[in-house]
């Protein structure tokens, strides 16, 4: 009867590589992305003085491996480096090397990294990649938002107010109609003063609850949602693969249509991308949307929002717009 021997002092050669399959999604990312770009996007963030610092793109990859394989904590994550063979491999660590541990991965996140914006930019290099292989076209983008929990006490808040200007929207409109009322006024050769009176936009206030403990986060009131502080995070998806090609936080109390133009002006201005139809909810059925949309040359999607029926007269659904 054989026994197995105790082969933990032994002395080997292993090639790590040998250990990741070849389907393993850690070695598509390492076959087709460079992460070097890294290095001069923090080297500000860096000095040239005291002792030498962990490999920022090591640091980086550890977040990403986090996020990846769903790791909820800096402390978990050293510890399945160290144990996972296919982990080491991405960071390029051999057995033998030390893993950088939790508080260093925890304090980089939380301080030197924070302000750098190294993570969009990340975000953005893989987009820029997508595109280049063909499977982004931007023909046809579609955009939804969901809700994230806030780290937040519904208990913990106070009811403040703030002054709400003129939306850049509402600004545009009364310019847009200006200039046709001096069309009109110009073909119907009115002299001297304008007709019709210019309405003017006063600035106002609401009453805002707020979070004393995150007060970036926003209460979210909606029906079939949950109430209380929330983020919202808006996704765009390129239909062509799936790929997503902007993703934006706001408070929960941000309605999705608000950010929505500007966020596909910015798909278009930073990826070079030729956006010719989109798709929305009808959370997206706003006037400020289709307005962008049709100023943008972009046929949009967007199913009509259930509004309450007139007792008198026409309701705007039964309105078509030629």
């Not at 197995?4 to 002395?11: E, L, S, V």
């Not at 541990?101 to 987009?127: A, G, Y």
């Not at 579609?142 to 519904?154: E, F, G, L, Q, R």
Request: a negative charge; charged letters at 35%.
């Amino acid at each position: 009867m054989d026994k197995d021997r105790d082969n933990q002092g032994t002395y080997m050669y292993v090639n790590l590589d040998e250990y990741v399959p070849p389907d393993h999604i850690l070695r598509a990312i390492r076959d087709n992305i460079d992460f070097s770009f890294i290095y001069d996007k923090v080297k500000h963030l860096y000095s040239d003085k005291g002792r030498p610092s962990d490999d920022p793109v090591k640091l980086i990859k550890m977040l990403l491996i986090g996020y990846i394989f769903g790791i909820p904590s800096e402390r978990q994550i050293e510890e399945q480096i160290k144990l996972n063979l296919a982990y080491r491999w991405f960071l390029n660590l051999d057995l033998a090397d030390r893993v950088p541990d939790h508080s260093t991965i925890s304090q980089n996140r939380r301080r030197r990294f924070r302000d750098s914006n190294i993570f969009q930019e990340l975000f953005d290099e893989v987009v820029r990649l997508c595109i280049s292989e063909g499977l982004v076209t931007g023909k046809v983008v579609v955009t939804d938002s969901t809700h994230v929990k806030a780290s937040a006490s519904n208990q913990r808040k106070e009811i403040i107010e703030v002054k709400c200007t003129p939306s850049e929207y509402m600004l545009e409109l009364d310019r847009e109609a200006e200039r046709l009322q001096d069309e009109i006024n110009q073909e119907k050769g009115y002299q001297g003063k304008k007709r019709g009176k210019k309405r003017e936009l006063k600035e106002e206030t609401r009453e805002v609850v707020v979070s004393t403990t995150d007060p970036d986060s926003g209460y979210m009131n909606r029906p079939n949602k949950p109430k209380g502080f929330h983020y919202l995070n808006h996704m765009s998806i390129d239909t062509e693969n799936g790929i997503i090609t902007d993703v934006h936080v706001t408070p929960g109390n941000v309605n999705d249509h608000e950010p929505y133009i500007d966020r596909l002006k910015v798909q278009e201005e930073k990826f070079g991308l030729d956006i010719q139809k989109v798709g929305a909810d009808k959370g997206y059925d706003y006037m400020n949307v289709h307005y962008g949309l049709d100023k943008m040359g972009i046929e949009g999607y967007i199913p009509q929002f259930e509004r309450s029926p007139k007792k008198q007269g026409f309701s705007l659904d039964k309105y078509l717009y030629d």
